[in-house]
């Protein structure tokens, strides 16, 4: 069983085959973290401010549904925690995720996909509501990296 679990919450797909390409570098397993209630289109205009994922961001508690969570946590020490940039964060839907699950002895790694924003303000939103746990530092994607930078970062070379 790999010691290394890449999960991710893709919206459009570009973070899907960021972790895709991920647990393939380090021999990892991939779970996708699944909305109960699939996003739409409608659902990720950012320029409405009705729409669900600005409703969803702009409030903080929001903790959308998710479809399962991950059943063999004990098997992995190194879990990737994947997902688009909304707002300069993560999604809420990471939230809902990370408390779904006790992390307690495990590593955890973020990494986003973003056209622009850095990681750095979602890896802080991270820590600071999840100070119990370990975390490692985390890195934007960009979709050039090589299969060598990727263990490197995760420390696996």
Excluded: H
Aim: net charge negative.
């Amino acid at each position: 069983m790999s010691k290394v679990l890449v999960t991710y919450f893709s919206a459009s797909g570009v973070t899907r085959n960021v972790a895709q390409n991920i647990a393939n570098s380090v021999e990892g397993e991939l779970f996708e973290i699944k909305a109960k209630q699939p996003y739409t289109s409608q659902d990720l205009d950012w320029t409405n401010k009705q729409s669900r994922s600005s409703i969803e961001m702009d409030n903080k508690s929001s903790r959308p549904e998710i479809e399962s969570t991950v059943s063999n946590l004990d098997n992995y020490q190194i879990i990737l925690i994947g997902f688009p940039v909304w707002w300069y964060t993560a999604p809420t839907i990471i939230n809902t995720f990370i408390e779904s699950l006790d992390f307690t002895g495990k590593t955890l790694i973020p990494f986003c996909t973003s056209g622009g924003t850095g990681i750095s303000g979602c890896e802080k939103d991270l820590r600071n509501a999840y100070p119990q746990y370990v975390w490692k530092e985390g890195k934007r994607f960009t979709g050039n990296e090589s299969k060598e930078d990727i263990k490197n970062w995760i420390g696996l070379d």
